[in-house]
């Protein structure tokens, strides 16, 4: 019997029991939807995170009191000193370091006439801001040096701010109130999007010598600087210098670690996909489960296909079928009903993507990659769990095959 032969024997076969092959390929159905669906939210949410990570910079350093992500809470990390304007002065002095800008924030409100708009993140900062990090003014124009030098009252809206205040366009050269000062609105920025569901654009820039003229900028308020390396030096080179040189200015014993971070986007990304690769593992473990009591259900049934099909069996040896012949037809059986497992199993681990991606705030991506794993391990299933049935049908006695009632 030829392979074409054998293929549809095995179709014809399957059709005949429709419900007992749809209820044996419900543990491939499970497994590979699961991989599928659980696949595509890992890569989807890694693509949007990475994308949400290179707004901040991809070659930025960030100096911080505390590590980006989990840290360890310990009294002595909570006990750290905030970085203040001196960490910021010295920074900005190294060769190692192209530019560098203080940020400071507070929460304020916002408004124009009889407009307000509470909670907006108020920004004290300088002049090479949005070139460190990758901010782009849509009208009229940023801070500049001069505003930091004089301490003016004038501010840069973000997008989302400005869109509130001016519903119907514009705001440049106009007058805000924030708190109770009143601010000269000089530009609007681009909209740069959400972070972790954070809004990005609900912010306001001012002269950081403002800032500290409004609100102050004490001990309990942080300085963070944001820096970029010189361009002859690498990013790892111009964070060495500034590690030693803010070690010395904050009086850092030898022997004792940091009292103060250096963070990157390339940092927070490794600990994302250290995190997602433990659900990845967890994501195999459940499929893998799924398909192994899939793949036994298969080798069950296929056993108790070989015992309803003795005579048949020893009919067609008798006619002259090698074991082979009989081998490759239970194969190719087990691997179509596990194909057709593993094809319904994807489309609904396909749609649950889908479905995440457009009805959930989550990211969702399916990949031609998953989809041919989905066909690979459920032909390598078929196979696995269909060669002991298939090798026990070969071996049977043609003349006891045709005894057999």
Request: glycine letters at 10%; proline letters at 3%; charged letters at 20%.
């Amino acid at each position: 019997m030829g392979v074409r032969q054998a293929l549809w024997v095995a179709i014809d076969t399957l059709r005949a029991h429709k419900m007992r092959a749809m209820l044996t390929a419900l543990g491939v159905i499970i497994g590979v939807a699961a991989v599928i669906g659980l696949m595509s939210l890992v890569s989807g949410i890694r693509d949007s995170v990475s994308k949400q990570f290179s707004s901040l910079g991809a070659e930025m350093i960030s100096i911080n009191r505390f590590e980006w992500g989990v840290h360890d809470g310990s009294e002595d990390y909570r006990k750290r000193k905030p970085l203040t304007l001196l960490e910021y002065e010295t920074v900005k002095a190294l060769p190692g370091v192209d530019a560098a800008s203080p940020t400071v924030y507070t929460q304020r409100e916002i408004r124009f006439r009889n407009i307000h708009m509470g909670a907006v993140v108020v920004c004290g900062t300088d002049e090479v801001y949005p070139a460190i990090e990758n901010w782009t003014v849509a009208a009229g124009r940023f801070i500049t040096e001069d505003d930091v030098r004089s301490a003016r009252q004038v501010v840069v809206l973000g997008s989302e701010v400005a869109e509130n205040l001016f519903p119907g366009g514009g705001g440049v050269n106009q007058e805000v109130r924030i708190d109770s000062y009143l601010y000269d609105v000089v530009g609007i920025l681009e909209p740069k999007g959400s972070i972790f569901g954070q809004s990005q654009d609900k912010i306001v820039n001012v002269p950081y010598t403002t800032f500290s003229k409004h609100w102050g900028i004490s001990a309990r308020r942080d300085v963070n600087i944001s820096a970029l390396a010189a361009p002859d030096r690498t990013m790892q080179e111009a964070m060495d210098e500034i590690r030693v040189a803010l070690r010395r200015v904050r009086k850092v014993p030898e022997n004792a670690p940091d009292d103060f971070a250096l963070n990157t986007s390339d940092r927070l990304i490794q600990q994302f996909n250290q995190i997602t690769q433990g659900f990845f593992m967890v994501m195999i473990l459940v499929g893998g489960m799924a398909l192994l009591v899939g793949g036994i259900g298969i080798m069950n049934i296929m056993l108790v296909s070989v015992t309803e099909r003795t005579r048949e069996i020893g009919i067609r040896k008798a006619i002259g079928a090698r074991r082979i012949d009989i081998i490759r037809q239970f194969l190719i059986e087990a691997v179509i009903l596990c194909l057709l497992g593993g094809a319904i199993g994807i489309a609904l681990g396909c749609g649950l993507g889908v479905a995440v991606d457009r009805l959930t705030p989550l990211a969702a991506r399916v990949s031609v990659a998953s989809i041919i794993l989905g066909f690979g391990v459920s032909t390598i299933v078929g196979v696995v769990f269909g060669l002991w049935p298939a090798v026990r049908a070969a071996r049977l006695d043609p003349v006891d095959s045709l005894r057999y009632e």
